[in-house]
């Protein structure tokens, strides 16, 4: 009986070869996973669903290359940013059902500047997920 250590490496492995001699399947899970970002903020299931989206493309992409990615340092670095964004997307969405429970109590000054932040992780996730696609 295999151990599950040994058959996630199989299955990567599996997955890498098939990543890799298929340039349309690379190209159609890197399109999924920036396609998460278009969604925009029509309504909290919509950005889930993108985040989701995302979240599944991006551990197809790790796993077709699971060694280069688990060592890397940007790769962890992203990690860290995306954990980032999930806690502040948090925030807003608390800020933002507290500014509608009362308009008044300048609750909207906390949506702004989560929204700020929650952009600046966006684009910092971006930056180093391309910077890591060319370091690998």
């Given at each position: 009986m295999r151990t599950?250590?040994?058959?996630?490496?199989?299955?990567a492995a599996t997955w890498a070869s098939y990543y890799s001699a298929h340039p349309f399947v690379a190209l159609a899970v890197r399109?999924?996973?920036l396609s998460g970002l278009v969604g925009?903020?029509?309504?909290?299931?919509?950005?889930?669903?993108?985040?989701?989206?995302?979240?599944?493309?991006?551990?197809l992409m790790a796993a077709a290359d699971i060694e280069t990615f688990l060592g890397s340092k940007l790769y962890w670095t992203k990690m860290?940013?995306?954990?980032?964004?999930a806690l502040n997307g948090a925030?807003?969405?608390?800020?933002?059902?507290?500014?509608l429970r009362d308009p008044s109590g300048g609750g909207w000054t906390w949506v702004r500047f989560t929204s700020t932040v929650s952009l600046v992780l966006w684009l910092l996730?971006?930056?180093?997920?391309?910077?890591?696609?060319?370091?690998?």
């Open positions: 599950a250590s040994a058959l996630l490496a199989s299955t399109w999924l996973h925009g903020a029509a309504s909290h299931r919509v950005v889930v669903t993108g985040l989701v989206v995302m979240a599944l493309s991006g551990a860290g940013l995306v954990a980032l964004l925030g807003v969405y608390r800020s933002g059902r507290r500014a996730i971006v930056f180093v997920g391309l910077w890591l696609r060319e370091a690998a």
